[in-house]
């Protein structure tokens, strides 16, 4: 199996499809992330200043994705919508042995957003490490004030575990995150599939409705 497998699925919105990040993507996303920088920027994490680490060039971040990959603790996704680059899904901080978990984190185009592409890229990546990793436990931690991306847990019907005070540096100052879980037990057997039903039957009870917000 390849380290970064590639994973596609037919949304309302187009083709999605989960592949690797390669060197030759830098332009395209180098023109994202320019673009959606106000949009991003509240919710990323950044590097303390205090800690004197610098930030990564793009093909320092691909290559130590790569190194992540093959040593089984990471699997990094671009993330594209009919064949065109609109953002990433990361399953980092990969644990076997008697853990067996992750945590995920992901980042979208604003052009996109609203479409229904961020549930289900995130869906298809738990499906993927919960079946076909065997990991039991998957992790979304969460700024309170980012609505977006608390729709999408609320979407997927992950579990509210509680808050974890300071946990990460973004924007400036240590931040406070509400922590999202699904495990093995609780998932249906492709929680895409699940999601996929759910929004036909939204528009079967609204007819017109893209059951998105």
């Known amino acids: 199996m390849p380290t970064v497998p590639v994973l596609a699925r037919w949304i309302p919105a187009g083709r999605l499809e989960l592949r690797e990040l390669r060197r030759r ?5 180098r023109e994202v992330r320019a673009r959606n920088m106000t949009w991003l920027s509240p919710w990323e994490a950044t590097v303390p200043p205090e800690s004197g680490e610098s930030i ?3 093909g320092e971040m691909v290559a130590r994705f790569r190194a992540e990959a093959r040593a089984g603790r990471m699997v990094p996704w671009a993330m594209t919508l009919d064949g065109v680059l609109v953002g990433q899904v990361t399953v980092a901080g990969i644990t076997l042995g008697s853990l067996r978990a992750g945590h995920i984190g992901y980042w979208i185009d604003s052009r996109v957003a609203g479409r229904g592409v961020t549930p289900m890229a995130v ?3 738990i499906d993927h490490c919960l079946r076909t990793l065997r990991l039991h436990r998957i992790e979304i931690v969460i700024r309170p004030e980012n609505t977006p991306s608390l729709r999408v847990v609320e979407k997927l019907e992950m579990r509210h575990e509680g808050v974890r005070s300071a946990f990460l540096h973004i924007d400036g100052a240590w931040r406070d995150h509400e922590v999202y879980v699904i495990t093995a037990e609780e998932a249906p057997a492709s929680l895409a599939d699940a999601l996929a039903a759910r929004h036909e039957s939204s528009r ?3 007819p ?3 059951g998105s917000h």
């Open 25 to 29: 993507d830098v332009r395209v996303w």
């Open 56 to 58: 990564p060039s793009y």
């Open 123 to 125: 869906a298809m990546a």
């Open 204 to 206: 079967d009870r609204y």
């Open 208 to 210: 017109g409705s893209d």
